[in-house]
């Protein structure tokens, strides 16, 4: 039998609502009377429709409230940005002018590059693929940072759709995967002037093609290859076909033999501007340049370029008759293969009276031959570790005060009053000076104050392991803030000072 459902007190729910209850009897309703007449909303109904509604606090409410209000924003929101999308977005796209379109993403180019900017431009609607994917677009090209993937059938597709007007290359870290496209490299990029070829591996056939296809190659980087044997061979038939018009070559890491390298740059390649030929490889061995011919030869040469190079020329003779480099800008030899007493600098610097940047850091030779260069406008000097003489050291930036924007004396042994003295001379009115270089000297407060208040246009200094200097201050300053900050400390540190000696 089933259980009967029991309310409270043991008494049956009834099935119809009640007003009132008294001693389990149960009161009629009106609608049993004669005259009841239903009405569409009657107290009595009103009343005995009762349904048990929880009442929610006050702060469940407010949040309650906000939720349906956001999801309402939201919606709207979202239809009013379909709605611009769709009539004012698109519109603006489809009547833009094409030509006014592809101004604008030469300028996105030329500050930021053409990858990965064209590829994602060419998403967005027609007319920006149709921007995007014109080939005047793709002139300056850098595949080296990984945006594209670094496989020969990526390159080739490119070459075949996208580099036919390409007029500079960089192809860095591709290693062998580029060897099986450079035939479709020299084929459709007729208009090529500059490659960079650094850190790949290819083959000599590869190289020799250069010539029968790239007749506006001009600026050619080969550093750090990976070629076969043949490479020396491969490079004296390039250059004996094309070396006329090359400007620019960069062979940093060579591997072969440097001096037959030299000598055929020298004998075919009379409009050279750029030669890069630092750090070569250990088995590259000595290396030696006949000066005169080089300097007779290549007229135009303004950067030359042979850090941890082992240089000799090979002339013992100077001729009287010596013109030398005169468009000469940029000379760098830094390391610690250098030591004739400075006569390869002197002989190859003779006639540069344009220098501006010279690198001599580490070299072991005597300094006083740099106070015969002909060049008074240096602007970057740098010679760091070297065997330089106090005396020396007072001429070179009596010389060049004025003109030098970059200054590396580190790390030589110098006293005190020769680097206070120098400075001051550095600090001088009209000081161009940029960038300073005193770590490892013993340079003091009060001249790097002096340096403070004369350089205007000083923007770092590096005062690392400077054993003058309090602690705190040991250290590389970038930027004015951390300059003006500097300015500060020792200001403080030198009145501190005068009360405690008062």
Known sequence: MPKEKRGILNIVKPKTPILFTYSGDIWSSDSDDSDYKEESTSRSSQLCTVKPVTQLPQQNRNARKRKVDSRIVKKTCANTVKEISHNQWDSWGLTIPPEILLKLFKCVIADEGALPFLPRASRVCRLWHQVATDNSMWQYIDLSYGWIKKKSAVLTWLCQHRLQQVRELNLTGWKSEVNASLPDIWKHCLLLRSINLSYCKYSSEALQAIAEHCHNLCDLDLSYYESDGKFLASFKSLLKKSGKQFLCLKLAGCGVNLTSVLTAIIMFCPKLQLLDISNPKPQAGYSSINIDQFQENCTKLKIFRAANTR???????????????????????????????????????????????????????????????????????????????????????????????????????????????????????????????????????????????????????????????????KRDFNGKKELGELHMILYRSATSHSHVIS
């Open 311 to 473: 240089l000799s020329h090979t002339r013992s003779q100077v001729q009287s008759d010596w013109i030398g480099f005169t468009h000469l800008e940029e000379f760098s030899i830094a390391g610690k293969s250098h030591n004739d007493h400075g006569e390869f600098m002197f002989r190859f610097l003779r006639g540069s009276s344009n220098l501006k940047l010279l690198d001599i850091r580490h070299c072991s030779f005597s300094m006083d031959s740099v106070l015969f260069l002909p060049s008074h406008i240096i602007s970057h000097l740098y010679i760091s570790r070297c065997n330089i003489k106090e005396l020396c050291l007072e001429q070179i930036i009596a010389t060049w005060a004025k003109s030098l924007v970059h200054l590396d004396i580190s790390w030589n042994v110098l006293s005190e009053d020769c680097m206070k003295q120098n400075l001051c001379t550095l600090a001088a009115e009209g000081s161009l000076l940029v960038n300073l270089n005193l770590a490892g000297t013993a340079v003091d407060s009060t001249s790097v104050q002096t340096v403070l208040r004369g350089c205007s246009a000083l923007c770092s200094l590096n005062l690392t392991s400077c054993r003058s200097l309090p602690r705190g201050i």
